[in-house]
């Protein structure tokens, strides 16, 4: 398998974009295996919600939110012809070597590993990155709304630049959530992977990071 690509729930916000996105991605796979992990999106929000508003155990929460990701990427699997979704990283494997594209839904595999910390520093980020080092694959590809890492949040602020490249050492010391959560910098410097941060409403970004090529998107060097 060459990569693991998380989408992410931020995208449901853009019907069209995650239609074409999820087409793409269902092609995509016959040429280069992967597996699709999903993120947590509005799933993962109403956890937040509950979160703050009754104090929940941090076991609790991150449970919670895992199920979440299952939810989203029963959404997907709905969305993306050629798709299957499964339970582990052997099914996975085998789907995408038959040019199936596979749609993890990580909760079994989190749980029973249960190898992350609880916290809101780790996210479907970081369970990527995690699922990426379990498959030894070569491209962690994260799929958001956003070009890619920026200094500041792209949304908020009008001062924020956007970051082409970066180490995974030099984002650990920003200290910060940006365009990724705060723990995947140490994810990645373990198990020494690449990741590429891209933005899903152009699918032909993801493809030429599947590809080599060059185009808009953020790299963290580990």
């Known amino acids: 398998m060459e990569a693991v690509i998380k989408v992410g729930g931020s995208l449901s916000e853009y019907p069209e974009c995650l239609r074409r996105l999820c087409r793409s991605l269902s092609g995509l796979v016959r040429v280069h295996p992967f597996l699709v992990l999903p993120g947590g999106g509005m799933f993962a929000d109403v956890v937040r919600v509950l979160d703050r508003r009754?104090?929940?155990?941090?076991?609790?929460?991150?449970?919670?939110?895992?199920?979440?990701m299952d939810i989203y990427g029963l959404f997907l699997s709905d969305l993306t012809p050629n798709s299957r979704i499964c339970y582990s990283l052997g099914e996975a494997e085998r789907l995408s070597k038959s040019g199936t594209l596979p749609i993890l839904l990580p909760s079994r595999l989190v749980f029973r590993e249960d190898q992350l910390e609880h916290s809101w520093d780790v996210t479907s980020d970081s369970?990527?990155?995690?699922?990426?080092?379990?498959l030894h694959v070569e491209k962690l590809i994260l799929v958001?709304?956003?070009?890619?890492?920026?200094?500041?949040?792209?949304k908020r602020s009008r001062d924020a630049e956007f970051v082409g490249e970066i180490r995974a050492s030099e984002l650990l010391e920003?200290?910060?959530?940006?365009?990724?959560?705060?723990?995947?910098?140490?994810?990645?410097?373990?198990?020494?992977?690449?990741?590429?941060?891209?933005?899903?409403?152009?699918?032909?970004?993801?493809?030429?990071?599947l590809e080599g090529r060059g185009s808009v998107?953020?790299?963290?060097?580990?």
């Open 54 to 68: 009754f104090g929940l155990s941090d076991a609790a929460a991150h449970r919670m939110a895992v199920l979440g």
């Open 127 to 134: 369970i990527a990155a995690w699922v990426a080092g379990l």
């Open 144 to 154: 958001t709304d956003v070009d890619g890492v920026f200094t500041e949040d792209p």
């Open 174 to 209: 920003w200290g910060e959530r940006t365009s990724v959560d705060r723990f995947l910098p140490r994810l990645l410097l373990r198990e020494r992977l690449d990741c590429f941060v891209v933005n899903g409403r152009y699918p032909e970004r993801v493809e030429a990071v």
């Open 217 to 222: 998107y953020t790299r963290i060097k580990a």
